[in-house]
């Protein structure tokens, strides 16, 4: 059975509170594409049966697992290769020399799935060809979903995820062969803390953080959404601190607290209260 308008306007309105993502009407397809295997795995014929099923009983626990079958998790190492470069050559040598010997540059990756950009973050700092002065560096990495957070927290990808943007000198330097699979090793893993959270709540403990990640997420969701997402964010950076957004984002015009950078393309500086 094919998921009808109303129950797309019930999950959208489902999703739209739990995560801010938009989901457009007219995407039947793939809403049937996404929760049919949940579906079956429940012992329910097809993605109508198990919306109609979460509208009539209000189950928490499927509540949740459909939230997470909708999730878009597109990820790679070093995705868009710039706003890594730029990390390691430009922003963490000047955040490193304009702090306090004692006062570590703290790094947060936000959305980050299942780890791929908050490890891509920590070969950075291994790498950074102008090296952080002796800085300790603090990254946390968070994601709504605890599916995700868990598969992080192991480090451990197919050979189809490492290919996908590392290189072979640094797959050799910072993974081991596990199986057929490959794992970071302990000390890029223990490099990153990563911790369950949504961006719709308030900032994570750990800030005032100097450069923070959220790539890729905020096209997925309402204008009023981004802002909100895009001042807190703001709220949890010191002033001056770098916001690195995806190719196709903007701070500009969506939120007054950033200003952008205009030396990097998808650079946004917080600006001063």
Not at 1 to 26: H, K, N, Q, Y
Not at 48 to 57: D, I
Not at 111 to 129: K, L
Request: hydrophobic content about 45%; proline content about 6%; aromatic content about 6%.
């Amino acid at each position: 059975m094919t998921v009808d308008a109303c129950s797309i306007d019930w999950l959208a309105g489902l999703l739209r509170r739990a995560t801010g993502f938009e989901l457009a009407p007219g995407k039947a397809y793939f809403v049937e594409a996404r929760l049919g295997p949940l579906a079956h795995a429940r012992g329910l014929p097809d993605a109508a049966a198990l919306l109609a099923v979460l509208r009539r009983t209000g189950d928490a626990d499927l509540r949740s697992a459909v939230v997470e079958a909708m999730a878009i998790r597109e990820t790679s190492f070093f995705r868009d290769g710039t706003p890594f470069s730029l990390l390691a050559g430009r922003y963490l040598p000047a955040m490193a020399a304009a702090r306090p010997p004692d006062r570590p540059v703290r790094i947060w990756c936000a959305a980050v799935s299942t780890g791929q950009e908050a490890y891509s973050v920590a070969i950075a700092c291994r790498e950074a060809p102008l090296g952080l002065a002796g800085r300790r560096v603090e990254i946390l990495a968070t994601d709504a979903s605890e599916t995700a957070v868990a598969h992080a927290r192991r480090g451990l990808y197919s050979l189809r995820d490492v290919r996908r943007g590392l290189s072979q000198e640094q797959l050799r330097r910072h993974f081991r062969p596990a199986g057929e699979d490959w794992e970071a090793d302990p000390a890029l893993r223990a490099m990153v803390d990563f911790q369950c959270a949504n961006l719709l709540d308030r900032p994570p403990v750990g800030g005032p953080f100097d450069i923070v990640l959220c790539r890729n997420i905020l096209i997925y969701v309402a204008p009023a959404t981004k802002t909100a997402v895009l001042d807190r964010i703001a709220a949890s950076m010191v002033p001056g601190g770098v916001l690195f957004l995806g190719a196709a984002e903007t701070a500009v015009g969506v939120s007054g607290r950033f200003r952008a950078d205009p030396l990097a393309r998808s650079a946004f500086l917080r600006q001063a209260d």
